[in-house]
């Protein structure tokens, strides 16, 4: 709906966001998600009027001082297959213009960055690739996609940020994902948003949206020294992974080496992407993800390791990907705080690429 | 003759007494109430008693609305307001709006409609009361003793392994109240098969009894599933079995399924008989045949169907895949359409009419305009890119209780008034009933409209505190709320006045053409002295006409 | 005022000859009576169809998820016991279907026999029934009940587990038997439930047969608990392939 | 009044009785012995089909369906449609799950 006149689109968000009436639009997706909600809200209030004009003009035209005796009709064929069809027609509108978006939303673009969060009753953590941490605040750049990998450690939880238009589910026992591009620097509201208990309510949060350099500058302010691939190389380390994923010719166990995104063929007939979601479930089940040639001889570390520590697994085995490592690298050079000097200079070239890539308008 | 302004024609007050023998006086005492078979002393049991579970739920609200007056929580602490707002719910749903119309006005009128002398099983019923009873009573006490603070979702893993008030007593109340409603839904499905009078067709039926009749076929299929997911979670609390744990190898998400199989349903189990109580209603007050009778007979029996196609429609962000989140949102645009023919076939009723406005007809204009925007609101969030935006915010605190209070209350009202004169003999006064329902239909749209708004900013349902910039709007929700309760009581107040004070009724004070109006008000026990032969369509007013014709001429 | 005879073409009944006394008064006759309760029950057997759709659905995801621990799990039930559970089952079923017929054909004795034969038999079920779980008790396979994955890990040091030629599971899949025993106890435990109120009425039941309170022409009673009665059979002849013979082979 | 009765009150004799009985006792015998052989998928398809035919024997005969009203045997339609529902909506989900995102 945008595109018919930008500047009243402007006016109409602007206003009522002012009023309060409407949360601001901070993320690619917004515009595109409020173009559906105002059809939505234009179709109901021309439904909503069609009715209460109907029914105030028959009140009017036929009430019994008016119109003394009724005229009894049966029905008309033609008029309810109209109101048949008409409010289908438009049923079916919304339901490919709500999918595409859903979609959307739901599916992270190749070259996003990857941040995990983990909710616990009552608060939210969040894992940066670097190593920072963060509770019930999450840093973020403009610019750039955003992939959040959410699981929750106890009850079900809602990782919700009105002003981005995004919301997804953090269940226990298995990943979940949804992505954003923030576009205004900002602090946004976070919200849990499933009821998880006692304090529920003080399950909230703050989404800083910085500037690019901002968000370097408090990359390199808060990092904790390890980057999250590095914890978990030396929890690979701690667990002995080693002893069975190794390249050795003899290795008792698959090399987790470019493993991430491949396909791999199971044990059990069938192939499996090895996604996050996988790799978190092939170290707490092995047994129902053996890679075909291999023995059933994995222990299951359910219950060894925390969320925190499979998400630093998970990372780990990621970055042993050369293909995921350059990605990603290519994709953040620019964001990383000592890149400063070298990418400064060339960083607004290399984001037009990176925000268009998620998103078609 | 008549005022040109009203279709009420009672008989001359001079002169008029209520019957000498009826249902009410036939026989007397406590213990004739408590062990009755007749529908109608069951139904002004169920009346009694829903009443009373309304005002308890009512409270509640209030003190819910009272606590969101400010952002912080200070007028309770969190947890106790995580028990006010689950205890609302619980109590709401499974001890107001299931029973609601099917109980009270479905009991009383279904058999009267259809000609026959009671319901099939008259000792069901009574005992469907005392299931009703025994699951309130122990709702309340479990609410005396500690409360419940899951949710009326019962969420697990929350309900199972992180909570430590009452979920076993409180799933017991709901199990024992599913039972009881599933004995109602039964004993309507056999009525409406069995006992209906001779020429009563299914196609002469009013649309009263057929909404009742799909409303009752969700009941009967749909509530043992809830009965079974709530013995699941009383076994995984108690002994700890793993179905739905995670920690064991469970899907939560199963208990979900399980849990929306019914309780999605569920929601039209409560607005279907609202839906029939309309269509009696508009058809009485313009005198005329509701519009295209067949299409709003089988768009009742199509959202029953449909109904069950549609529940993981709640789950949408929850993790089912995407690719059912396609079939279950493409489902839930079907089942939306039933709705649009009704509304639209109530609205070309009024078209050639005589129209007046009595107080059954001011609620159930109430009824379409909040209906119309709850159901369109429902749409919103079937639509699965803008459910993730508005799912689990006020929005969908808003767009529910726009069906189910400005919906299905306002169609409850709308019948009480309607059928009060059948009910107790009696009018209600009208003046003031006016006033009600024109009080409830401000207080109503104050207090949830801005839900709305707040719910497109984004602010969480069951927040005890929230970020102050929401507080104007909940301000206003409050002050709506405390408006919407005045509009409540004040039927309770007038309509106990009219026991004793109303004017004398007669049988047929609305001219209405149902079977029901052409017997005494209050009718005997046995309902119909001789068997009703059906010889009419359904709202054949021609046909009444014809028969006062005949009545005076035979005086003459 | 006008009585309640409004309508004026309704129709003045026959006068009828004497009801019988099971008529009640609300019914024209007897067949629409019977008819109206015969329906009655069917519907109620619709709710029960839903009450155990729910646990065959969580069965059905379940065992696609866990296959191997659904094998192990179910070699540890015994064919014999439940096989000659089936059979008493089935047989109870036979009883109780002559048991109308008796009720229908006005046989006093037979209808009585046949009741004391179906509750005789429920019981033995019953029995058989407590002799299994007890088993399972001792086995400590009771999910959360000091449950024990001995069995699952160490098959060689198990009975049923060798007997069944049983590999030993991987640790994270012995766990997931107990998903099964969680779904063996709620299924057949709900399904017990229904046994034993079944046989709490047949109780009641045998007590007015042998008063000849079903063999007067009213047998509506006699034929809904025979309903009732057929449909916990059935759920029992789906519960005996689904947990007890997971590829036996 | 109602629907007019399709039937009389049929009474089924003793002699089909005994022959469900017998044929519910074989398919028992039948399902045991089938599950001792090696069928690989066939083996619940075959379980699941002799328990499907057992328990139409059931409601056919022993509860009289086959005697019975349309109206009763509509109500036996809708409650394994109606089930059927609940079983297959539901693992449209479970399936497709696995189908992973897109």
Request: proline share 5%.
């Amino acid at each position: 709906m945008s595109h018919i006149s930008p500047i009243i689109w402007q006016f109409l968000v602007k206003w009522m966001t002012n009023f309060a009436l409407f949360p601001p639009e901070a993320s690619r997706l917004a515009p595109q998600m409020d173009a559906l909600l105002f059809f939505l809200i234009l179709v109901s209030l021309i439904g909503l009027t069609i009715v209460v004009l109907l029914v105030t003009s028959f009140s009017i035209l036929y009430s019994k001082q008016r119109h003394p005796v009724a005229e009894q009709i049966e029905g008309s064929t033609l008029l309810e297959a109209t109101w048949t069809i008409i409010p289908l027609g438009l049923f079916l509108v919304m339901f490919v213009w709500g999918a595409l978006i859903y979609f959307r939303v739901y599916t992270p673009p190749a070259n996003a960055m990857n941040i995990y969060v983990v909710g616990k009753q009552w608060m939210w953590k969040a894992e940066h690739p670097g190593g920072q941490h963060e509770i019930n605040s999450l840093h973020v750049p403009t610019g750039r996609a955003i992939q959040l990998t959410l699981i929750s450690q106890d009850v079900f939880h809602s990782f919700s940020i009105p002003a981005f238009r995004v919301k997804r589910e953090a269940i226990p026992g298995r990943y979940t994902t949804v992505w954003f591009e923030a576009t205004v620097p900002g602090t946004y509201h976070l919200f849990c948003t499933q009821y998880c208990g006692t304090n529920h309510s003080q399950m909230i949060g703050d989404i800083v949206v910085l500037t690019p350099e901002d968000y370097r500058k408090w990359l390199a302010g808060s990092t904790s020294g390890a980057s999250l691939a590095q914890n978990g190389e030396r929890l690979f380390a701690s667990l002995s992974c080693a002893a069975c994923h190794n390249t050795r010719p003899d290795a008792r166990g698959p090399s987790l080496a470019n493993v991430y995104g491949a396909k791999l063929a199971l044990s059990s007939g069938g192939t499996v992407t090895a996604d996050d979601a996988y790799l978190r479930e092939a170290i707490l089940n092995p047994s129902q993800h053996i890679t075909q040639g291999y023995a059933p001889i994995m222990p299951t570390y359910q219950g060894q390791v925390s969320e925190e520590g499979i998400i630093a697994l998970v990372e780990y085995i990621k970055n042993l990907n050369s293909d995921y490592r350059i990605q990603q690298t290519t994709n953040t050079v620019d964001l990383l705080p000592e890149s400063e000097g070298k990418t400064a200079g060339q960083a607004p070239a290399a984001k037009v690429p990176a925000a268009q890539g998620g998103v078609k308008q | 003759m008549s005022p040109v302004n009203t279709i009420v024609s009672l008989p001359d007050q001079s002169t008029a007494r209520i019957p000498r023998v009826n249902y009410l006086n036939k026989e007397n005492g406590l213990l004739s109430w408590l062990l009755t078979g007749d529908h109608k002393r069951i139904a002004i049991l169920y009346l009694i008693s829903i009443t009373f579970f309304f005002f308890i739920g009512g409270a509640l609200a209030g003190l819910i609305r009272l606590e969101l007056l400010t952002p912080q929580a200070d007028l309770m602490a969190t947890d106790t307001y995580n028990k006010v707002f689950s205890m609302h719910g619980i109590i709401m749903i499974f001890f107001f709006l299931v029973p609601s119309v099917p109980a009270t006005l479905g009991n009383f009128l279904i058999p009267l409609m259809i000609g026959a002398k009671d319901l099939a099983l008259p000792k069901i019923n009574l005992l469907s009361w005392y299931l009703y009873m025994a699951g309130g009573i122990l709702a309340i006490y479990t609410m005396a003793t500690g409360g419940v603070d899951t949710g009326w979702t019962f969420t697990t893993p929350l309900s199972t392994h992180y909570v430590n008030t009452n979920v076993l007593t409180t799933g017991l109340a709901v199990f024992i109240a599913g039972f009881s409603s599933i004995f109602t839904g039964l004993n309507f499905i056999v009525t409406i098969h069995k006992m209906r009078a001779p020429g009563m067709t299914w196609f002469k039926l009013p649309l009263f009894v057929w909404a009742h009749y799909a409303a009752s076929i969700l009941m009967v299929l749909g509530t043992p599933v809830l009965a079974i997911a709530i013995v699941l979670v009383a076994l995984e609390r108690t002994i700890g079995i793993g179905v739905f744990d995670p920690t064991k190898g469970g899907d939560p998400l199963l208990f979900q399924h399980l849990f929306w199989f019914y309780s999605h349903p569920a929601v039209y189990i409560m607005i279907l008989p609202g839906m029939g109580v309309i269509s009696e209603v508009i058809s009485t007050f313009s005198r005329k045949r509701v519009f295209g009778y067949t299409a709003v007979a089988f768009s009742s029996v199509a959202i029953a169907v449909f109904g069950f196609f549609v529940w993981a429609h709640h789950m949408f962000i929850m993790g089912v895949s995407n690719y059912a989140v396609l079939v279950f949102s493409l489902l839930t645009m079907l089942v939306a359409v039933p709705s649009a023919i009704k509304i639209f076939n109530w609205t070309f009723t009024l078209y050639k009419g005589s129209i007046t406005f009595e107080t059954p007809m001011l609620y159930a204009f109430g009824f379409m305009g909040l209906f119309t925007i709850g159901g369109m609101t429902g749409v919103f969030l079937g639509t699965s890119g803008t459910d993730i935006h508005l799912t689990e915010t006020y929005f969908i605190v808003a767009h529910f209780h726009f069906v189910m209070v400005g919906g299905m209350l306002m169609a409850f009202l709308a019948g009480i008034h309607f059928w009060w004169p059948k009910m107790t003999g009696r009018m209600y006064p009208e003046k003031i009933s006016q006033l009600a329902a024109v009080v409830t239909f401000i207080g109503f749209n104050l207090t949830f409209f801005p839900q709305f708004i707040l719910g497109m900013l984004g602010m969480p349902r069951r927040y005890a505190s929230y970020p102050p910039e929401f507080q104007i709007l909940n301000v206003f929700s409050t002050a709506g709320a405390s408006i919407l309760g005045v509009g409540y009581l004040l039927p309770v107040l007038y309509l106990v006045w009219s026991l004793k004070y109303g004017e004398i009724a007669g049988n047929n004070p609305w001219q209405a053409t149902g079977l029901e109006w052409q017997i005494q008000s209050p009718p005997l026990t046995e309902n119909f002295v001789v068997m009703p032969i059906m010889d009419h369509e359904a709202y054949d007013y021609e046909w009444l006409e014809r028969q006062k014709v005949k009545e005076v001429a035979s005086v003459g | 005022m006008s009585d309640s005879s409004a309508i004026a073409h309704g129709e003045q009944e026959a006068p009828h000859e004497e009801h019988p006394s099971y008529l009640r008064h609300h019914f024209e006759s007897t067949e629409q009576q019977a008819d109206a309760s015969n329906f009655a029950m069917w519907l109620f057997l619709l709710t029960e169809v839903m009450f155990f759709g729910g646990l065959f659905t969580a069965y059905l995801i379940y065992r696609n998820w866990y296959y191997p621990a659904f094998v192990a799990g179910s070699h540890q039930l015994s064919i014999p016991l439940g096989g000659l559970n089936t059979l008493l089952l089935i047989t109870s079923s036979f009883t109780m279907a002559m048991g109308v017929w008796c009720a229908e054909t006005r046989r006093k004795s037979g209808l009585v026999l046949c009741l004391i034969l179906t509750f005789i038999l429920g019981l033995g079920f019953l029995g058989i029934k407590t002799i299994e779980y007890t088993e399972k008790f001792e086995k400590h396979h009771v999910p959360s009940w000091h449950y024990s994955l001995n069995s699952f890990l160490n098959p060689d040091s198990d009975k049923e587990a060798r007997a069944a030629g049983d590999q030993p599971l991987p640790l994270d899949m012995a766990r997931k038997t107990e998903v099964y025993f969680s779904l063996y106890f709620a299924m057949t435990g709900m399904h017990a439930l229904h046994m034993i109120i079944g046989i709490a009425i047949l109780g009641f039941m045998i007590f007015r047969a042998r008063a000849g309170a079903y063999t007067a022409g009213h047998v509506t009673f006699v034929e809904n608990f025979g309903l009732y009665w057929h449909f916990v059979d059935i759920i029992w002849i789906f519960l005996f392939p689904l947990l007890y013979l997971i590829s036996r082979h | 009044m109602s629907e007019p009765r399709e039937h009389e009150h049929h009474i089924v004799s003793p002699k089909i009785y005994g022959a469900i009985l017998a044929a519910l006792l074989v398919g028992t015998a039948l399902t045991v012995w089938a599950s001792y052989i090696d069928l690989g998928i066939f083996n619940p398809i075959i379980a699941l089909a002799i328990a499907c035919t057992k328990a139409t024997l059931v409601v056919l005969f022993f509860m009289h369906v086959k005697y019975s009203t349309r109206l009763t045997k509509l109500a036996v339609f809708a409650g394994v449609f109606t089930f059927l529902i609940l079983i297959g909506m539901t693992l449209s989900d479970y399936i497709s799950r696995a189908w992973g995102t897109w």
